[in-house]
């Protein structure tokens, strides 16, 4: 089974870019969907975009559209989330996770049974 490290957070100010990434070991993510959710405090663990790893099909919140982008570098087989144009309520844990959703319910985290630890991006204004 995969096991996945993502990282990359960190402090920004409002408008900045920052780039996650969540990298696959223990097999690769052929066959896996690869998905971006993040939790702020108090709030519940909110689905932000995944990317079908070998169709390359993704699917983003609409909060987050046009400002993040979701890709895929096979050659380290590793998912990345770009981050443009920052806001102060962007600011969460963001966690990776796999698994082989059925596409109707791709943003649901009960799809996924494989996580990353998290990484923490701070957006101060």
């Known amino acids: 089974q995969v096991q996945l490290t993502d990282a990359g957070g960190g402090s920004v100010q409002v408008g900045d870019s920052l780039r996650l990434s969540c990298a696959a070991s223990g097999s690769t993510f052929s066959n896996y969907a690869v998905a971006w959710f993040r939790q702020a405090p108090g709030k519940e663990r909110e689905f932000v975009a995944v990317?079908?790893?070998?169709?390359?099909?993704?699917l983003y919140a609409e909060s987050v559209k046009g400002r993040f982008t979701i890709s895929r570098d096979f050659a380290k087989n590793t998912v990345l989330l770009q981050m443009n144009s920052l806001k102060p309520e962007d600011t969460a844990g963001y966690y990776c996770a796999a698994g082989r959703p059925i596409w109707g319910l791709i943003s649901q985290q009960s799809q996924y049974y494989t996580w990353g630890q998290g990484t923490q991006v701070t957006v101060s204004s």
């Open positions: 990317i079908r790893w070998s169709a390359g099909s993704t």
